[in-house]
């Protein structure tokens, strides 16, 4: 396999950045993340692949630590897995920065030359594609900010302006009160409100179509109502829109009302939601802890599949909670928690334990805030984020 060294740093410089390593060019080198269509999916597999070679080109523990291989091992882990500046990680081995470019330099040249030796095998058949866009939406990524949802639904009418005369339909739109700002991503928002008025047009059994935005206690919401025929469904009508909703965890609801009035509402927070990140490598338990959160605007949930990226997902996200499992493959979840207080970054962020292990006293002595052994309720899992803020 011809994998360069520019490849390899390019991809180790971006680990981190889900969207760019995806993209990165080592990404398609490497038949089995290159037959992975999903994005999210085939950067989370040369983030792995990648994690693992650089464990493997750890010295044997005979070896001096401060042997060309062994500096070499260092400088390449502190400088992508840890986050860490050439400056500062010279400074720690104690030697000079020339010095610590030059170990680099040979490491991710060791590593290149590692990718390329290694006998990877030919991509498995591709097996029938699912829906292209549901596919896409399930790793949307989010970039949140306040969001003037005035001005957005403001935007998004106009857009859908063309498409409306072209139908021979009109709006009645309403905007209730100028301090609509909510928390979201303002791309994602602009698209889903243009999905969800052309929707309403397309779908509109008579010429009149009715949106308005406004706002309910800590809730920003955009509502659309429209007549439609009798063989239409609501599912079928905002299919697109609902994706693209549920896809952000964003609060949607479908309804028929009296004389066959179709209404859609879109939620979203007004205030600012606390990041939770979860360090769990079992899917399905990050979907129920997701499914539980689903009830409140309060919280957004962040993922670490992988432990070992753990503590530099901790020190970028600044999260007000973390959930932690133990029995993880790749790294114990015990050394991610011992790893999480030893670092002044993470020192003081609330960690929850959930595991299937019933070792609080272990957990407690290691500096867990709290511990719930699997399976946790929601009633179990909501109350200990809460009496962790308190």
Not at 15 to 35: F, K, Q
Not at 277 to 288: G, R, S
Request: glycine share 4%.
């Amino acid at each position: 396999m011809q994998v360069s060294t520019e490849e390899v740093k390019e991809a180790l410089e971006c680990l981190y950045n889900s969207a760019a390593l995806a993209r990165a060019r080592l990404a398609t080198r490497i038949p089995e993340v290159s037959a992975i269509a999903d994005p999210p999916t085939r950067a989370q597999r040369l983030r792995s692949i990648l994690l693992d070679a650089i464990e493997l080109l750890e010295p044997a523990p005979a070896r001096p630590a401060n042997s060309p291989a062994g500096r070499s091992y260092e400088v390449l882990y502190r400088r992508f897995i840890e986050g860490l500046s050439v400056a500062e990680i010279a400074d720690e081995l104690h030697v000079s920065r020339r010095q610590a470019y030059r170990d680099l330099d040979a490491a991710v040249e060791g590593l290149a030359e590692f990718l390329r030796s290694y006998p990877w095998q030919p991509p498995p058949e591709k097996e029938p594609s699912e829906d292209p866009l549901l596919r896409e939406l399930q790793h949307v990524p989010s970039r949140l900010t306040e969001v003037n949802v005035a001005e957005s639904f403001r935007l998004a009418m106009e857009l859908v302006k063309p498409l409306a005369q072209k139908q021979g339909k009109s709006i009645r739109a309403e905007v209730r009160g100028e301090q609509l700002v909510a928390t979201a991503d303002s791309s994602l928002l602009s698209q889903l409100l243009v999905q969800m008025l052309g929707a309403a047009i397309r779908s509109a059994a008579s010429s009149q179509v009715t949106a308005t935005a406004d706002r309910e206690q800590e809730t920003v919401r955009v509502t659309v109502q429209l007549p439609i025929h009798g063989s239409l469904s609501a599912e079928a009508v905002f299919a697109q829109a609902r994706a693209l909703a549920e896809a952000q965890h964003l609060g949607w609801r479908e309804e028929i009302l009296a004389g066959g009035q179709l209404q859609a509402t879109l939620s979203l927070p007004s205030r600012e939601r606390r990041v939770l990140l979860v360090i769990e490598d079992n899917p399905e338990a990050v979907e129920l802890y997701r499914r539980y959160l689903s009830a409140s605007d309060e919280w957004q949930l962040m993922e670490a599949p992988d432990p070992r990226i753990s503590l530099e997902l901790a020190r970028r996200l600044r999260p007000a909670a973390i959930v932690l499992d133990i029995l993880m493959a790749r790294e114990s979840g015990w050394k991610v928690l011992q790893t999480l207080r030893l670092h002044p970054d993470t020192a003081r962020v609330p960690i929850i334990v959930c595991s299937v292990f019933d070792d609080q006293d272990l957990g407690a002595a290691l500096g867990a805030t709290a511990y719930l052994k699997k399976p946790v309720s929601q009633l179990q899992f909501l109350g200990a984020l809460q009496r962790c803020l308190r």
